[in-house]
């Protein structure tokens, strides 16, 4: 298992249970997370709606703090007074728990300053690459400092043209969208072929254009940003998750009768995808591409287990997830009787003898791989441990399974 184990250890046991209800989506964690940035670089005041206080989003807004912007979050509101990263006057500690996200998104931002900016995390987190942010610093001889304890970096990150590989995390390309869009003269970003998950910076050029920052896309390997923009005010809501949907939507291929309520139709969420994969894997043994769709990795996997298979290619990156998914689902499908063949860019997923599981599950400190088990104990009944690591984006999800009808208890 991967990551620091939570505190408060959880286990949960799911009844075989058909799912039956109307839910309401919970709100994306991809656009919270840069709708509550781009709040936090404006010069006034802002308002985001619709914000679920994952573990996940609770460490952006710590990061926001340690950036001088302030804010109060009552319900699932949050009401954000901004700051300018560049006048940062003092050293900062930004903690990221265990989010990703939260690393990649503030690390160029923090790099506005001329002040020292320290990220914190979990073990884990930490040892996730950061290659392509080290080699800037490197390029444009600004500190940076890596160690299994913590990351140092010292600005000031200049203007420019930058080039990032366009197969890792886009993560880093909308982090350095984020700080670009500051700088009082013009950037541009240069992506190396191949792109993947093209949708996520998609998402980002959304975020900054609701807050009046314009990105420039004059080809597809190109993003551009004008000098002497600035975040502008304003209150805006987080739309539904198509990612944490699709663990809901699912059940209606498994027997259930599902609505998820919430979803836009015209959303930019790569994740949209997962009722035409959910189609394929239900009527035969497709070959699925994933490279665009990490995240639903771990939730196709375990419908292709309760199918008839399939094999999933582009699963690279799925190393670099919060597990390595593709083995954790692998050891966690073998108790099922499901055979997982797991090779460097595909994974092949065959069912042989679909059954309850003889021994209790792993959640591997992973949201989406305990989502999508629970998802297959429905069928079969069980165990999990480990499952409070749904906190980390979906903290509610057990009583939303509870309202779909499905019999489960959690200790």
Do not use: W
Request: net charge neutral.
């Amino acid at each position: 298992m991967r990551g620091s184990r939570r505190e408060n250890a959880m286990k949960v046991t799911i009844e075989k249970s058909r799912a039956c209800g109307s839910v309401c989506a919970p709100p994306s964690k991809s656009m919270a997370h840069r709708l509550l940035i781009c709040a936090g670089l404006c010069d006034g005041e802002s308002t985001v709606k619709g914000i679920a206080k994952s573990e996940d989003i609770l460490a952006t807004l710590d990061c926001l703090k340690a950036l001088g912007a302030s804010f109060s979050l009552t319900d699932d509101s949050v009401r954000i007074r901004g700051a300018d990263p560049k006048n940062r006057n003092a050293s900062a500690v930004f903690a990221c728990r265990e989010s990703g996200s939260t690393l990649r998104f503030f690390l160029p931002v923090a790099l506005l300053s001329s002040q020292e900016a320290i990220f914190t995390g979990s073990d884990y987190l930490l040892s996730r690459p950061l290659q392509v942010y080290e080699t800037i610093c490197n390029e444009r001889h600004l500190p940076f400092s890596h160690s299994k304890s913590e990351i140092r970096v010292r600005g000031p990150l200049p203007a420019g043209r930058y080039k990032v590989p366009g197969n890792v995390s886009s993560q880093f390309i909308s982090g350095l969208l984020f700080a670009l869009a500051l700088q009082d003269k013009d950037s541009v970003i240069e992506l190396i072929p191949p792109v993947e998950s093209g949708a996520y910076i998609d998402l980002t050029v959304a975020a900054l254009a609701q807050f009046g920052v314009s990105v420039m896309r004059p080809d597809n390997h190109t993003l551009a940003t004008r000098g002497g923009q600035r975040y502008q005010p304003r209150e805006t809501t987080v739309e539904g998750d198509y990612s944490n949907a699709a663990f809901l939507s699912v059940f209606n291929l498994l027997g259930g009768d599902v609505s998820v309520r919430g979803l836009r139709a015209d959303s930019l969420q790569g994740d949209r995808v997962y009722a035409d994969l959910f189609a394929q894997i239900a009527s035969g043994t497709p070959t699925i591409h994933i490279a665009d769709c990490p995240d639903l990795g771990p939730i196709l996997f375990a419908l292709a287990a309760a199918k008839q298979g399939a094999v999933f290619t582009g699963t690279r990156r799925l190393k670099l997830k919060e597990s390595d998914r593709a083995e954790a689902m692998r050891l966690e499908l073998a108790k099922f009787g499901v055979d997982v063949r797991v090779d460097e860019d595909r994974v092949t997923v065959l069912p042989k003898d679909f059954h309850a599981p003889d021994q209790p599950l792993s959640g591997h400190n992973d949201h989406r791989i305990v989502m999508a088990l629970s998802v297959l104990l429905t069928q079969t009944g069980g165990t999990i441990d480990g499952a409070e690591a749904v906190a980390k984006s979906f903290p509610d999800f057990f009583e939303t399974l509870a309202a779909l009808q499905i019999r489960l208890q959690a200790n």
